[in-house]
């Protein structure tokens, strides 16, 4: 019976796919670590440093795909309480997949410098993707019951679980000012992996007779996972080296390669093009390795007999021993590879004065099969080198109701790319918050010689 419950937590653990931060109101407030979106883009101040774990560059991202609570619970007929939406335009609007995802960056270290036209940066950060994954089939049946509407056909759980990505970043970035028009960069991520779950494969499904109500299951699953088993399995537990883990943050046992590129055009004083590629990259799992399969069953269930149950004679052991038969599983500790979430970004910004900019950003999430697109429009007000403020509008994560808002005063910052979460969260879709502080000295540019590099920075001047 214990491997039964294993089993079942097996699908607890499947991978949906991980929701990326978009960091999209980084990109137009420049802040030192806007380099992190596009490493085109030049910071503002000749040197900064960040080197205070808790102070330094700090993003959490919340995404929820699934529904607004406004949308989930609804007033009743006579208006008096809420109840549970069990419409079937609520389920149209959930699709058939959907998902809960949080992303964090934590900046451990990080410091920039300019020489002549060039900048590097180095920066070490800790990037954790966690999801919980959903299909609109389970809602129903939750709510309806195998009795539903979903009586007769295969309610698909497809994708349903959880994923979870955790690793160590070391990056070495530069950034090249080619001449007033062309800015290019580059960095390089070395990563050292922490845990991971993912998995392929994976569907299950339940099927109601409409005249017996007797259940038909089916189900498959590969789990692959580095040091994400001690949740499920004992016997890997018991051989756990804890210091193990701490080693992992610089040892490369799980080695990765990561890559970002980027580049800005200023096509003209006021139109400037700009293109980045982000997290172009792979992890090889090796170190603390369970992986699992379940292979293709499907089960027939008629009911239980009350007097057989009720029998002392009857064992539920030999009812584990039916179903242990039914579910093939094998395990392995083979290594595997896994891609990272990688974002493009492609945009352009109308610089109306060496004030005011406004510019657009079509964003593309891309993770194994799964592609997630967004349009941001935005708007930069730069007072001066050290003061800026941006505001944004976005469609993403099936939201249309996405406020973006953003603040930096010399080394500090603090944006969001969801302000409605903060106003009304019974309607939002998604939160987040970022935060910064560093050490800034200087500023990149002489008062005579303007460059648009990115949205919120000065329009061209002639000498």
């Known amino acids: ?172 970035g530069y950034t090249r000012q080619v001449d007033e028009r062309l800015s290019v960069g580059g960095r390089v991520k070395l990563l050292s992996g922490l845990a991971n779950a993912s998995a392929t494969n994976t569907k299950f499904g339940i099927l109601t007779d409409t005249t017996n109500f007797s259940l038909e299951i089916d189900g498959q699953v590969d789990v692959k996972s580095s040091n994400t088993a001690i949740f499920a399995d004992k016997e890997y537990t018991k051989s756990l080296d804890y210091m ?10 799980n080695f990765g390669l990561s890559f970002d590129l980027g580049a800005t055009f200023n096509l003209s004083e006021q139109i400037q093009l700009k293109a980045s590629v982000i997290d172009l990259g792979f992890i090889k799992w090796k170190e603390g390795i369970a992986n699992y399969q379940v292979q293709p069953f499907n089960l027939k269930f008629g009911g239980v007999n009350l007097n057989d149950a009720l029998d002392k004679k009857t064992s539920t052991t030999s009812i584990g021993d039916s179903l242990s038969s039914i579910f093939k599983t094998g395990k392995s500790s083979e290594s595997y590879f896994t891609g990272l979430p990688t974002r493009v970004y492609l945009g352009g910004d109308y610089i109306w004065n060496k004030y005011l900019s ?84 200087g500023k990149t540019r002489d008062k005579k010689v303007v460059a648009t590099e990115t949205s919120g920075s000065e329009s061209s001047a002639k000498e």
């Not at 299909?135 to 539903?148: A, E, W």
């Not at 193990?244 to 046992?253: Q, T």
Request: aromatic residues 14%; positive net charge; charged residues 15%.
């Open 1 to 172: 019976m214990k491997n039964i419950i294993f089993l079942l937590t097996i699908f607890l653990v499947v991978s949906i796919r991980v929701e990326a931060q978009r960091n999209v109101t980084l990109a137009s407030l420049k802040t030192p670590y806007t380099y992190r979106v596009n490493p085109a883009v030049m910071p503002e101040s000749k040197f900064f440093m960040s080197f205070l774990p808790l102070i330094g560059t700090q993003n959490i991202q919340i995404t929820n795909r699934i529904a607004a609570i406004n949308e989930i619970l609804v007033p009743n007929a006579t208006g008096d309480s809420l109840e549970i939406n069990n419409s079937e335009s609520f389920y149209n609007r959930m699709g058939k997949k959907t998902y809960l995802g949080v992303d964090l960056t934590n900046q451990i270290f990080a410091f920039g410098f300019k020489v002549k036209q060039n900048y590097f940066t180095l920066d070490i950060n800790h990037r954790l993707n966690t999801e919980i994954g959903f299909g609109t089939d389970l809602f129903k049946f939750l709510i309806q019951g195998n009795g539903g509407t979903l009586a007769g056909q295969r309610a698909s759980f497809d994708g349903l679980g959880a994923s979870l990505l955790s690793y160590i970043e070391y990056g070495l």
């Open 244 to 253: 193990r883990f701490a080693k992992m943050a610089y040892d490369f046992s």
């Open 358 to 441: 406004s510019g657009a950003t079509w964003y593309n999430e891309i993770y194994n099969s799964s592609y997630r697109p967004g349009l941001i429009l935005s708007s930069t007000l730069s007072v001066s080198h050290w003061l800026s403020m941006t505001l944004n509008y976005g469609m993403y994560a099936g939201s249309f109701t996405n406020v973006g808002l953003g603040f930096r005063i010399r080394g500090f910052y603090i944006l969001t790319d969801n302000l409605i979460s903060a106003l009304n969260y019974q309607a939002a879709r998604a939160a987040s918050v970022a935060f910064g502080f560093n050490l800034t000295i």
